[in-house]
């Protein structure tokens, strides 16, 4: 496990940050997904699929949507620990990602790829052919999503329509509370700060 986190302690100094490092622990029955709002110098949404023992992770300029055929840009960041998932807090400045950092959603995940035959696909080896979809069953994102690679290194999360199911859209990051704690942003910092 410690290789496939090279690159995520690499940029960060764990003296100054209170990030988890990352221990290697077995999965869990049901394969994990977080989503995190980060305010650092641009307001994203991380998105993390737990794949074996890391989370695989994206950065969504806009944030994920539950409204079928949403289009949200989704660009690939360094795998992390597992127990980032209950990562909430604040970044200090001048370290990698240095802002403040809530939990936006979490829950498990169906991994539901398959090949042309209708045949299941081990999903870190759909992740890795560039297209996968799964069943999300968080607290506030829950259905059918698809993650496709296209340009380079570039991939998109659709939400895909399922019966009649409309979402909300998105939500504002400076309103939205954690499902952790309950606080906003603005109340992590100000209690951490």
Not at 12 to 35: I, L, M
Not at 41 to 63: A, C, N, Y
Not at 91 to 97: H, Q
């Amino acid at each position: 496990m410690s290789e496939r986190l090279s690159d995520y302690h690499g940029k960060r100094d764990f003296g100054r940050t209170r990030e988890p490092r990352g221990r290697q622990s077995a999965p869990g029955a049901a394969p994990r997904f977080v989503v995190q709002i980060h305010d650092a110098s641009t307001m994203h949404f991380d998105f993390r699929l737990q794949v074996g023992e890391v989370l695989k992770s994206w950065s969504i300029p806009k944030g994920p949507s539950d409204v079928p055929k949403d289009k949200r840009l989704a660009v690939p960041t360094e795998d992390h620990p597992l127990e980032y998932e209950d990562f909430e807090g604040v970044i200090p400045a001048g370290e990698y990602g240095g802002g403040t950092v809530i939990v936006w959603d979490r829950g498990s995940y169906e991994p539901l790829s398959h090949d042309r035959q209708g045949r299941p696909v081990d999903f870190a080896e759909s992740l890795e052919h560039g297209h996968a979809t799964f069943r999300l069953h968080g607290t506030k994102l829950r259905g059918r999503y698809a993650l496709t690679r296209f340009r380079e290194d570039n991939w998109l999360l659709v939400k895909t329509a399922e019966g009649r199911a409309r979402g909300h859209g998105t939500p504002d990051p400076r309103r939205a509370r954690s499902v952790r704690t309950g606080r906003t942003l603005a109340q992590v910092a100000a209690e951490e700060n």
